[in-house]
């Protein structure tokens, strides 16, 4: 039995993507990560404002806690 976080968003396999009718900027080589400078991956827009880009491994890593501050995925360039 899986527990739902209690303001009622279901997980990870649920995290928002951005459903815009344009699509996103492609990320670039000049995009790196906010955390360890390696290429970026993914962009995420988090709830409050402001925008992160996240290589592979640390969006693996911090993806629970991610959701759980109800960020949107803009761009995942993961399976590129």
């Avoid at 991956?41 to 759980?68: Q, Y």
């Amino acid at each position: 039995m899986s527990k739902k976080p209690s303001d009622g968003r279901g997980g990870v396999a649920e995290m928002k993507t951005s459903l815009d009718k344009k699509p996103a900027q492609p990320l670039t080589a000049a995009d790196l990560c906010d955390r360890c400078s390696a290429r970026a991956a993914v962009k995420t827009v988090m709830m409050r404002g402001g925008s992160l880009l996240w290589c592979a491994h640390h969006f693996a890593s911090l993806k629970d806690a991610l959701n759980a501050s109800g960020a949107t995925i803009l761009v995942d360039e993961r399976r590129r």
